[in-house]
């Protein structure tokens, strides 16, 4: 495949539209050592453009080529080493998690995004490798994302020459062309056929009614179009469903409904992948994973729901969960394209066109919703902060600083998040940094089967399904199915069992290179249990007081079993897999779980807490010392000399929570924060406010020094509240204030009467009209500023009046008064001049 400089360019099989690019796209790697091209879905970019690299006189190597999916890299690789006439694994060949068909000649090698970060990990500098191809970056998995911002690093710290390429359909060049140091950005045109694109009438909806609107679609579209169809759905379950409901139709002659999603077995990838056989049409139902890279040959008819499924991080429950979501438009797009790769097509949008205007332009890029800590160890291992490397988006700074803790109570980072011994052991495995600290901990304790075992059914769908209603969550009954026991009222998924028997027999040979001698001492109780908590030390559970299902974990939230569940009654349970709701997790998969394993193995995790808090229950103050586990309690017993500083703050805790009518409150006490409240609105400072949301708030202040010694709320019947409240003011308040608001008002006839400052904002002063003659002028408090509120009472002591204004009062209103009540009241004095009448007491 080499050429000589200058020698014209060449490649095997039929010339494609992207080869017009070509030329440009190896001059610009050639000059500038980066390189992003653009081409539309069917140019040929995946199968042509490594193939052209290796012509040109910079590589003498390795070209690497980057893929989302397996079964993309498998069908590139295969299809590359056919236009070469050589199996694949000579020229061409492939690598993924499952797979390697790959010799020591191989010079274009397809590779899952996973294998190039375990390649740069082991060497920076990746010698005898000439260039890399990020292929269909659009996807913006987490992984390439990682991926392309170790090779920039590795190119300008050790690799000069190493040349990247970046290639995608759908999206926007100039972000990417911007970190890669403003490479030069390379546009191919595309070869498609029109296709035909017609949406729901707005009348129909998609979500409610999806997997029956595909049946009926597709039922449709077979009576009235030719050619094979490629049907989009959102996961494996709904692949089923559509599938079985074909299968009750009345279908052409000759039509194969035919399954392609990435845990299929190869052979069934391949019968979807296949061209149809003469006289058959093909009907193939499919995950996204179809939606790039890959040709099926025969395809016309493109039938789209609209949908994917997608992990989603949810950072405050720390769970990921698949959920699905809506496609971006760029997503409808290259679907759309599948059908216009060979010749004009048709796409039935199985959603309205208003609906598409609501749909995001592109997908949102794994790294801003995924769980960092796969990420976070990578960088640990790779010694950069987050910060130096160059993102299209940079990890999000929560995320991230969660990965970490985790990564840290798993051990695998100090606290300077640098990566232990155990952490760069971890990183070598290849799985969830949870799952590898299963691994080595099952291995340090001679437990290496059956942590492979759990690992491998952890990264699996779940192998059982219940009969007659949800599976039990029992991961021990998962366990006898893989050794090929009949688990009663279950059916064992075999495609499932056999995929978690491979890779644990892959996990047992990564163990057995680290070499890691198994630990003495005794065998734990429940060893599934055991090493399930040291994989997930946040989902312990211990069951609530009175509950049979309810556990609170050990990270703060609660869990709960379905009902007629095996493991209801158990003390302790740990939980690997739960959602993520609201209140309380529903428990997906669950093991027993012997305490004393805890104490024995997980001792180190265990932490010691003085805990003062108020118990509103007992009304006093409690002081316990736990042995806690996470959020749970170990053992607790009492703490003999407890800090009096934590009781007295605990102590006011209880009467925040009780109100402050928990105080000894006398008569007294409220008038005086009644008066100086109302001079506190009226004058402002000095005077301080002493109304009861204001004390509430500040009880720390006023009420903390006097609490002293004291641990229950029947202690505070000691408190002099007058006193305490008096001790706010600061000389001369106590002497101006029964100056500027006195308890009582003295009237003409040498009686006192009580003003009352809990009405409102103006005092009350209430009296019998005849106590009243004589007082011409209406009093005033707060320095002559507010007239008092009056209240003129009968000889029955009911108002008559209420004002501000007596004097008005005695002009206007008294004559109607007088004539109203002296006939009632006849013993009573009803002067004519009440001014200069003399008070009468009765």
């Known amino acids: ?231 989009f759905l959102p996961g494996q379950r709904e692949i089923q469903r559509v599938a079985q409901g074909l299968e009750g139709r009345d279908l052409p002659a000759g039509v194969r409904i035919l399954p392609l999603y990435g845990r299929l077995p190869v052979e069934a990838q391949q019968q979807a992948v296949a061209p149809a056989l003469p006289g058959e049409r093909k009907v193939v139902l499919t995950t996204d994973v179809a939606e790039t890279s890959l040709t099926i040959e025969g395809v016309r ?105 985790l990564l840290q109570a798993l051990g695998a980072l100090d606290e300077a998040y640098r990566p232990t011994e155990q952490g760069r052991r971890m990183a070598t495995l290849g799985v969830h940094p949870r799952l590898a600290h299963l691994l080595l901990s099952g291995q340090r304790l001679g437990l290496t089967t059956v942590a492979c075992q759990l690992a491998a059914l952890l990264e699996e769908p779940d192998l059982l399904m219940g009969l007659d209603g949800p599976a039990q969550v029992d991961i021990h009954l998962r366990l006898e199915a893989l050794e090929g026991h009949e688990i009663p009222g279950h059916r064992v998924n075999k495609g499932v069992r056999h995929r978690v028997r491979e890779q644990s027999r892959r996990l047992a040979a990564r163990l057995a290179s680290a070499k890691i001698l198994p630990l003495s001492g005794p065998e734990p109780l429940e060893p599934v249990g055991l090493l399930l908590a040291m994989a997930y030390p946040d989902r312990i559970g211990l069951r609530r007081d009175g509950a049979q299902s309810r556990y609170r974990l050990s990270g703060g939230r609660g869990a709960a079993l379905p009902g007629r569940e095996s493991l209801g009654g158990q003390e302790w349970i740990v939980v690997p897999s739960l959602d993520a709701g609201e209140r309380e997790a529903r428990v997906f998969l669950a093991a027993r779980l012997a305490r004393e394993d805890l104490e024995q193995h997980m001792a180190e995790r265990f932490t010691l807490s003085e805990q003062i808090t108020w118990d509103a229950r007992a009304g006093a103050v409690s002081a316990q010392r736990a042995r806690m586990l996470g959020s749970l309690p170990m053992s607790v017993a009492a703490v003999d000399h407890p800090d009096p500083e934590a009781i007295r703050a605990a102590l006011l805790q209880g009467i925040r929570q009780a109100g402050l009518n928990s105080l000894p409150w006398t008569p007294q006490a409220e008038s005086l924060c009644e008066r100086v409240s109302f001079l506190h609105r009226n004058l402002g400072d000095p005077w301080p406010d002493l109304s009861r949301e204001t004390l509430l708030q500040a009880l720390d202040h006023w009420l903390g020094p006097w609490v002293t010694g004291m641990t229950r709320l029947s202690h505070l019947t000691r408190l002099d509240l007058h006193a305490i409240l008096m001790s706010r003011l600061e000389w001369p308040l106590p002497r101006d204030l029964e100056h500027l608001a006195p308890t009582h008002w003295p009237l003409p006839g040498g009686a006192r009467v009580r003003l009352d400052y809990s009405q409102g904002e103006v005092p009350v002063l209430a009296a019998r009209l005849q106590l009243l003659f004589g007082l011409t002028e209406t009093p005033c408090l707060a320095q002559g500023q507010v007239p008092v509120m009056v209240h003129v009472l009968s000889p029955a002591q009911r108002p008559v009046q209420i004002t501000q204004d007596l004097a008005g009062f005695w002009e206007r209103t008294y004559p109607e008064v007088k004539k109203d009540l002296k006939g009632r009241y006849p013993k009573h004095a009803w002067p004519e001049d009440p001014l200069t009448a003399p008070p009468r007491r009765r």
């Open 1 to 231: 495949m080499y050429r000589e400089i200058g020698a014209p360019l060449t490649l095997p099989g039929a010339a494609q539209p992207v080869d017009s690019a070509l030329p440009s796209l190896l001059q610009a790697l050639d000059a500038a050592g980066v390189a992003v091209l653009q081409a539309p879905p069917g140019a040929g970019k995946t199968t042509r453009v490594p193939l052209a690299l290796l012509t040109a006189p910079w590589c003498r190597g390795r070209i690497l080529m980057l893929q989302p999916r397996r079964l993309a890299a498998r069908g590139a690789a295969v299809f590359m080493a056919s236009q070469l006439g050589e199996p694949v694994g000579r020229t061409v060949g492939y690598q993924t998690r499952l797979e390697r068909k790959m010799g020591p000649d191989t010079q274009v090698q397809v590779i899952t995004e996973g294998i190039l970060t375990r390649r740069l990990q082991q060497d920076p500098g990746l010698e005898g490798v000439d260039g890399v191809i990020f292929d269909e970056f659009h996807e913006r998995s987490l992984i390439s994302d990682l991926g392309l911002a170790l090779c920039l690093q590795a190119r300008e710290l050790l690799r000069k020459d190493l040349r990247l390429l970046v290639m995608s359909a759908t999206l926007d060049a100039e972000p990417v062309a911007r970190i890669m140091g403003d490479a030069p950005v390379i546009t191919s045109e595309g070869r498609s056929y029109p296709v035909d694109i017609r949406h729901l009438p707005p009348s129909r909806s998609s979500r409610p009614d999806m997997e029956p609107l595909m049946v009926n679609t597709l039922h449709r579209v077979l009576q009235e179009e030719q050619g094979s169809v490629l049907a």
């Open 301 to 405: 008819v493109v039938v789209d729901s609209g949908l994917a499924r997608k992990p989603r991080f949810n950072p405050a429950s720390g769970m990921t969960r698949l959920e699905t979501q809506r496609i971006s438009r760029a997503s409808a797009t290259q679907r759309t394209g599948r059908a216009g790769r060979l010749e004009p097509g048709v796409s039935l949008r199985l959603w309205t066109q208003s609906e598409e205007q609501a749909m995001p332009t592109q997908r949102v890029p794994e790294i801003l919703e995924a769980d960092l800590a796969p990420l976070a160890l990578e960088l640990a291992c790779w010694g950069a902060d987050p910060q130096e490397l160059a993102w299209l988006d940079a990890p999000p700074i929560g995320a991230l600083s969660q990965a970490r803790s």
